[in-house]
């Protein structure tokens, strides 16, 4: 089965580090991948998506994806991180017929 | 353009009640799918539907049934509520891109508590 994996259920930074959130995916065939934001009590926002286009990605508020084939990665990451960036992440990735979530990692930004 | 609704926001049952979660979808999307989140837990499918007339279980079936007569809506039955179905569910809808789907639109969420 097909299946996402994100490495740290808990991240945390300081204001103005880098962010880096590890998403890796298991599959034979490169996938369409998507980060999404979740914000307290609030639905889930895509961040950005990557659709077998240019391999790194521009997302909002200012984030970047880079596909790796390779590596079977799509990394999250921000050069600075914002106190308004503290929220949940999921890593998503679609396969055909299947959409397949992450676990999600939360993060918290330290002022 | 609403995106993906969800009515209600909040919902408190008894143990035993049953309930529709609604969800409606004005992008025309083939793909709907319900999912309900847990602490700790992250997102688990419970219920897909591909188009019109057709769907299919997820990960977590028990306990919900769901139809899908049109394309824009797609109703969440709880039969007979248990403590275990204390949840945010979460609606969402997705169209297909060079046969893979794209991403899914999320409504709000309802949150559901059950005594």
């Known amino acids: 089965a097909q299946s996402v994996t994100q490495l740290g259920s808990h991240v945390s930074v300081s204001e103005g580090a880098l962010v880096l959130l590890r998403c890796n995916y298991s599959?034979?065939?490169?996938?369409?991948l998507f980060w999404y934001v979740q914000y307290p009590n609030q639905g889930l926002q895509l961040l950005l998506k990557y659709t077998s286009a240019a391999t790194l990605v521009k997302g909002i508020n200012g984030f970047e994806a880079e596909f790796k084939k390779s590596e079977t990665s799509f990394h999250l990451t921000k050069p600075s991180a914002h106190m308004s960036d503290a929220a949940e992440y999921f890593c998503?990735?679609?396969?055909?017929?299947?959409?397949?979530f992450g676990p999600g990692t939360r993060l918290s930004v330290l002022p | 353009n609403a995106g993906v609704t969800q009515t209600p926001k909040f919902q408190v049952l008894k143990t035993g009640q049953s309930m529709t979660l609604q969800c409606a979808q004005d992008?025309?999307?083939?793909?709907m799918s319900w999912y309900r989140q847990d602490p700790g837990m992250g997102l688990r499918l419970i219920h897909y539907s591909v188009g019109a007339g057709i769907t299919d279980q997820g990960e977590v079936p028990n306990g919900y049934n769901v139809s899908r007569s049109t394309t824009e809506d797609f109703p969440l039955r709880l039969l007979s509520a248990a403590p275990s179905q204390t949840s945010v569910y979460f609606c969402a809808s997705s169209s297909r891109l060079a046969g893979f789907y794209n991403e899914q639109f999320f409504g709000p969420g309802t949150r559901l508590t059950v005594l």
């Open positions: 998503a990735v679609s396969y055909g017929q299947n959409f397949v």
């Open positions: 599959s034979s065939v490169p996938p369409y």
């Open positions: 992008m025309n999307h083939e793909y």
